[in-house]
């Protein structure tokens, strides 16, 4: 069965300091996307980047990347140089053949001054 | 271009009562899902529109949800009666019809549903 995990509730980082959410995953089929979004207090979901499982180099957009390890089943974020607008709930989220994407229960993150 | 846009924002309703969410998705986005986030649970998937065609529904809850899209535009979701464990936020979510796997889902701000 397909899962995402995301085993970090919460993270603080200081401003200006890089910071790395945690997404491990578990599917056989082998072909998926692996996303990325972030949850401001607004509430809205803010996609933030993409890896497909076929993809053989790192995703990268901006200040973000995503340290993908198939082998692992990992997909973790990376964000450098964070902002305090930074600070919300992140999704790491999985999309196989079947349509759907199931999310991980989300990380909180605050960046500290 | 306009996003993903839902409405109401906010919802507030009796144990009972009947209420309506609506969504529209991005022009052009023949994909469409619903999501809900639970209180404390993570985002859950509840069923996919690719046109007007419900693709997948396995995701509903159980018979007092119902979703539509006719025309295949606006969706609505349409919860009737509403229970108290149907208090959370529904995100709606829309892409563009391609390879599975491929496209990105674009979402909504999300309709905060409190059933009192």
């Known amino acids: ?113 | 271009e306009a996003g993903v846009t839902q409405f109401p924002s906010h919802s507030v309703i009796e144990k009972g009562q009947t209420v309506t969410l609506r969504c529209d998705p991005i022009s052009g986005h023949d994909n469409l899902y619903w999501y809900r986030r639970v209180m404390g649970k993570e985002i859950k998937f509840l069923l996919h529109f690719v046109k007007e065609s419900k693709q997948d529904e396995s995701g509903m809850p159980n018979n007092r949800f119902l979703a539509e899209r006719t025309g295949g535009t606006y969706s609505t979701l349409k919860v009737q009666p509403a229970e108290l464990e149907d208090s959370g936020v529904y995100f709606c979510a829309s892409s563009l019809l391609g390879l599975a796997g491929v496209e990105t889902q674009y979402f909504g701000p999300g309709t905060r549903l409190l059933v009192l």
Do not use: H
Not at chain 1, 6 to 33: I, R
Not at chain 1, 45 to 69: H, K, V
Not at chain 1, 80 to 85: E, K, Y
């Open chain 1, 1 to 113: 069965a397909q899962k995402i995990t995301q085993t970090q509730p919460g993270m603080f980082v200081q401003e200006k300091e890089a910071v790395t959410l945690d997404c491990t995953y578990d599917t056989s089929d082998p072909s998926y996307g692996l996303f990325w979004y972030k949850q401001p207090s607004s509430g809205e979901m803010i996609f933030l980047i993409y890896q497909g499982s076929y993809d053989q180099q790192n995703a990268t957009e901006g200040r973000y990347s995503l340290n993908f390890q198939k082998a692992r089943k990992s997909a973790n974020l990376v964000i450098s140089a964070s902002q305090l607008g930074d600070s919300a709930m992140y999704f790491c989220a999985m999309r196989w053949s079947r349509n759907d994407m199931r999310f991980g229960a989300g990380t909180r993150l605050t960046v500290k001054p």
